[in-house]
């Protein structure tokens, strides 16, 4: 079986900002060829690429969501002591940060959430109480 070689090529990387208005809507890949000056770009991409509040403090919540998972990952696969202590510490600062923009969002109506039925929360206590109960045994 024939073995392929990887070709090695020197390009310049750059990165033009155009204008969504000026491109042709031909579908093709080629870059466009009106390009704008970096400070006109970020005026233009400020003005059309506005963030709501909410599109805003989601994202903060689902950042910290996630970085939640990476500290809890990070903990189990670390066995030093003050690495351990250090990511608790971030773990723990990182769960308060995600609750306070979870308040902001609750408080202002953009993270509703239904009260849950006595019943089910009667039930969940029996639950975890008969495991805490085993656990202690």
């Known amino acids: 079986m024939p073995t392929k ?9 750059t990165t033009s900002i155009t204008n969504p208005r000026t491109r042709s809507n031909t579908g093709s890949s080629s870059r466009p060829k009106t390009t704008r000056n970096c400070n006109c770009s970020t005026e233009f991409a400020q003005d059309e690429c506005k963030l709501s509040d909410k599109e805003i403090i989601s994202d ?8 939640i998972k ?5 903990l189990c696969e670390t066995s030093c002591p003050k690495l ?8 723990s600062e990182c769960a ?28 969940a206590k029996k639950k975890y109480c008969a495991c805490e109960q085993f656990m202690k045994q």
Do not use: C, W
């Open 5 to 13: 070689t990887k070709q090695s090529t020197t390009q310049k990387n």
């Open 60 to 67: 903060v919540l689902g950042s910290h969501k996630a970085l």
């Open 70 to 74: 990476l500290y809890g990952t990070a």
């Open 84 to 91: 351990r202590n250090l990511i608790d510490n971030q773990l």
């Open 96 to 123: 308060e940060d995600q609750f306070d923009a979870f308040l902001y969002m609750h408080e202002r109506g953009l993270y509703p959430t239904d009260a849950a039925p006595m019943p089910k929360i009667n039930q």
